[in-house]
């Protein structure tokens, strides 16, 4: 045995015959497919093999929280297009180590005493039998897809052999689901649920008992994969479907892994086992050593992490939990923030100006827990549980005993003054009072309080229960202490914060209206507003951007930028207008379309025919005609992802923004920025030719679309020093 086997998978064997092979790398918190485990693989198959006539059966399971977790993407991030084939290698030795001990022969069963997400469910399915135990945090499947990987550990092949081509696209490889225990069961991902260890060991052994010679049901002969495979006659799934659904879904946004996820699973089921694999081993290493994935994994795994475990929170503060919340104001954030306290158990006072106004504010939680139950997503006792701990009313003095503020009345910052002068002397004398303003700035908000260094802006976003991120504002006067419990807060409500200082519009406002303006622009300029449309969707963005527009009304970002350029002007700045301002004075003024909720936008909205983006009457006359292909699509696409990455840099240089990792999350979860970029400095990192390479085109755009594109001078330092927007070097 080498030392590799000791060291990274325990070998346990008992007088029964029976091997526990304990997955329990030392030294980590939780096992991964890195080297040590890949060495510790061959040894113990080597072994097994060996010993073969002294085993009865083998059991693989984990002595750490979690089952496995998965591949070593510290290690993947670092491949390199150049590394391809040893890339290739590497996972094709993983593939024959699992392949090994699921052929021995012999009965092999997973106890899965934690998640198994990933390499982990991978292992899972080489074993002949699962039984999971269950766990409140344990989840069993593939995330993979958003990571832009494929499971490449036989992932997809063993998924596509167990649940049919169809199933194992839809229910397991392409949506990234992960399913609590019983979830799994019933998606047939696992065979047993049990509730304690014991039983799982138990069952383990039971089945070991009753299956001496054991196999997976693909090496039986004569198996045909669940419902066929496309090369049967009659195969019954509508295979075409798949890659148009597929095209449909994404919109032409570039996201690899899903088409190789597709082309692996249908390529692999008309093959035998080991061709499989090698298909499945290529398309794996074309999405490892490309950009996307690297991107992904920066952002979905190292910075959400940073971000949540409270990088950007200030040291050595203790960390305290909010028992009873008061939210002022019931409209639509006040309710939704107020079910979000509930859910995580923490006590709500709901306050608005009447009692009737306050329970309509109680009833949008009831509205959702209705539905919740409904879909047997929670149970009725829940239900209660959780409306049992909002209390709705128009009286103040019911706030008594609150440790917690968080103000959402309308956006009036005498308003906002009067709420907290009303409540602040009945709340408890320490309790941190937050706004959810979501234009004005903290400080002068700060000033209508008695303890300003308490005061910190929550921004949440629209609808509550749906947007994971909460940005928190720092006002000059607010204190350390207040913005650790606003983060403590946060966390406690399972939201992801990221922290600015107070700024006009702050990060996300600021950043998403460049979007937003540059498709204006765009129609400014006689493209017509489809296409305007179509290149925000494949540039990856979720929302179309005219659409956007429409919904939050074109009144609203002319406000904002009067208020703005009047603020301007008074600092003795320079105001510049921008391209779009013309087109959407004109949309108001002169052609009556102040968007959606003024019956008519860029689209029409018309109860016969629904919602529409038409060439309407004075369009083309008013903003002319761009011939054909005159502005490239790449330009277009280009134009509103480096108008948000650009100013985004301009954030950090004012030191609104402090963190890349705040910044790359942020982007991603609260404005829609695509997340195949990895988030908007990641964007920067990983354009075709690194930080030089996007300086380069930003020139390019300057000169063709004017100085709004022209690279400021942080980006410019970096690009000349070879550096990457990080965390570790440290942004000034
Ligand atoms: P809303 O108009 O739906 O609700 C405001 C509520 O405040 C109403 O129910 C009103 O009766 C209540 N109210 C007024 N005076 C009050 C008082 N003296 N005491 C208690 N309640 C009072 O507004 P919405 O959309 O919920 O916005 C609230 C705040 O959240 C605003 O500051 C807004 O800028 C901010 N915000 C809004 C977002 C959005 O997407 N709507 C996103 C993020 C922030």
Known sequence: MSNATASTIRWEQGDDGVVTLVLDDPGQSANTMNAAFIASLDAVADRLEAEQGSIRGVIVTSAKKTFFAGGDLKDMVTLGPDQAQQAFETNLRIKRGLRRIETLGKPVVAAING?????????????????????????????????????????????????????????????????????????????EVVDTPEEMLARARAFIDAH?????????????????????????VNLPAFPANLRKQLNGAPYPAPRNILAAAVEGSQVDFETAQTIEARYFTELVVGQTAKNMIQAFFFDLQAVNSGANRPQGIEPRTVRKVAVLGAGMMGAGIAYACAKAGIEV?????????????????????????????????????????????????????????????????????????????????????????????????????????????????????????????????????????????VRQISKTPIVVSDSRGFFTSRVIGHFINEGVAMVGEGIDPASVEQAAAQAGYPAKVLSLMDELTLTLPRRIREETRRATLEAGGEWRPHPADEVIDRMVDEFGRPGRSGGAGFYEYDAATGKRLGLWPGLREHFGTTPDNSIPFEDMKER????????????????????????????????????????????????????????????ELEAAYGERFAPSPLLLEKAERGERFTDERAVS
């Open 349 to 489: 006072v709901l306050k608005d100006v009447s009692d009737e106004a306050a329970a309509k504010g109680k009833a949008y939680a009831e509205g959702l827990l209705a539905k919740a139950v409904a879909k047997g997503r929670t149970s009725e006792a829940r239900r209660d549980a959780l409306l049992g701990l909002i209390t709705p009313t128009a009286d103040p003095r019911d706030l008594a005993g609150c440790d917690a503020v968080i103000e959402a009345v309308f956006e009036d910052p005498a308003l906002k003054h009067k709420v907290f002068q009303e409540i602040e002397s009945i709340v408890e004398p320490d309790a941190l009072l937050c706004s959810n303003t979501s234009t004005l700035p903290i400080t002068m908000l700060a000033e209508g309080v008695q303890r300003a260094g308490d005061f910190i802006g929550l921004h949440f976003f629209s609808p509550v229960d749906k947007m994971p991120l909460v940005e928190i504002i720092k006002g000059e006067r607010t204190g350390e202490e207040a913005l650790a419990r606003a983060f403590d807060l």
């Open 212 to 236: 001496p010679e054991s196999r997976q049901p693909w090496d039986e002969k004569g198996y045909r994969i669940p419902g066929g495979t496309p090369a049967d006659p009659k195969f019954a």
């Open 640 to 699: 509103m992802l480096f108008r948000e990455a650009l100013d985004t840099v301009r954030l950090l240089e004012e030191g609104v923004l402090t963190s890349v990792a705040d910044a790359n999350i942020g982007s991603i979860l609260g404005i829609g920025f695509p997340g195949w970029t990895g988030g908007v400095l990641q964007y920067i990192n990983g354009y075709e030719g690194g930080v030089a390479g996007f300086v380069a085109r930003a020139r």
């Open 115 to 191: 998640a198994a997400l990933g390499g982990g469910f991978e292992i899972a399915l080489a074993c002949h039998h699962r039984v999971a135990l269950d766990t409140p945090a344990s989840r069993i499947g593939f995330p993979e897809v958003t990571l832009g990987l494929l499971p490449g550990s036989g992932g997809v092949v063993r998924s596509v052999r167990l649940l049919g081509v169809a199933d194992a696209l839809l229910k397991v490889l392409l949506q990234g689901t992960r399913y609590a225990p019983r979830r799994a069961l019933e998606a047939g991902l696992v065979h």
